[in-house]
């Protein structure tokens, strides 16, 4: 059946587009693998743990640089009949803003105020505000210096080949884990985190899986949310394209395919078999109470 929205209106607004001034990658370059960089970033961007000082990463200077917005073309384009089938960019920018109408509700709720996350497209390269300069190697990730969620849709679909995370409604989750990280900013969950981390290395790497798969977990709530408002109908199959991308970036599947080892001691993002259940718990309650992976 795919994917249903409740209308085709695509806003753009809250959407950087960088795409097309990258400039040259800020890690690697030609020779290195796809796999190899997506662990430098598991450890290092995303992770947080592994020796890596969190700080030197998500300096607090609360710096945001201004660099032009480009969303108008994108807001025109989108909104022309067939686009978000069409186009991925138009598709996560529709799915972006599923996000923020779910989770402002589900705030406003609870008498709290949501403030949605930038979302920005950029091609090899870009520079955050306050997370440094990152190369589109690192996969999609979320910068809670500028709050905002930065993808490389090219590079991301190329990821989902590598992974086998197939389907529209993969990106869907991978959009909603990143939004997931921004909630545990707005809820003060991240910066918690970072403090029990500097405080007790020996948790850090633990305590970095926890907060992956409550990510997951939101995400999985998000997708119920967003089901049971109408806002984005999913059948079955899309719900296990979600688990399946869940379970595709698990720390023991990316570590068998690069390194043909799995080290648990090392994991930062949990395993395929953590990170599918705690999607698939999100998806089930509709509730982010339910999503206490730090327990
Ligand atoms: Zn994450």
Known sequence: ???????????????????????????????????????????????????????????????????????????????????????????????????????????????????RPALTFFESAVS????????????????????SIYIDIGFLAQLQQE?????????????AHE???????????????RDAQRSSKKDANALSVA????ADCYAGVWSRLADDAGNVSVGEAEVKQAQAAAAAVGDDRIQEKSTGRVDPESWTHGSAAQREKWFTTGRSSGDLDACNTFA
Not at 129 to 144: E, I, K, L, T
Request: aromatic share 8%; with cysteine.
């Open 179 to 193: 939004a997931g990280h921004h909630l545990q900013t707005l809820l003060g969950t991240e910066q918690e985190m």
């Open 1 to 115: 059946m795919g994917i249903k929205f409740d209308d085709n209106s695509v806003d753009a607004s809250g959407v950087r587009d960088r795409r097309g001034r990258g400039g040259a990658a800020a890690i690697g370059g030609g020779g290195v693998g796809i796999v190899g960089l997506v662990i430098y970033v598991l450890i290092s961007v995303l992770g947080g743990g592994s020796g890596v000082d969190p700080s030197l990463l998500f300096p607090s200077d609360g710096s945001v640089q201004s660099q032009a917005d480009d969303s108008g073309d994108l807001a025109t384009r989108c909104n022309t009949e067939g686009a978000i089938e069409r186009d991925d960019d138009c598709y996560l920018v529709k799915v972006y803003n599923e996000i923020n109408e779910v989770w402002t509700a589900d705030f406003t709720g609870q008498g709290e105020t949501y403030e």
């Open 211 to 214: 907060f992956e798969l409550q």
């Open 163 to 175: 992974f086998g995370a197939a389907g529209r409604y993969a990106q869907a989750y991978i959009l």
């Open 128 to 147: 955050t505000g306050g997370c440094g300069r990152a190369s589109s190697q690192v996969g999609p990730f979320y910068c809670p210096g500028d709050r």
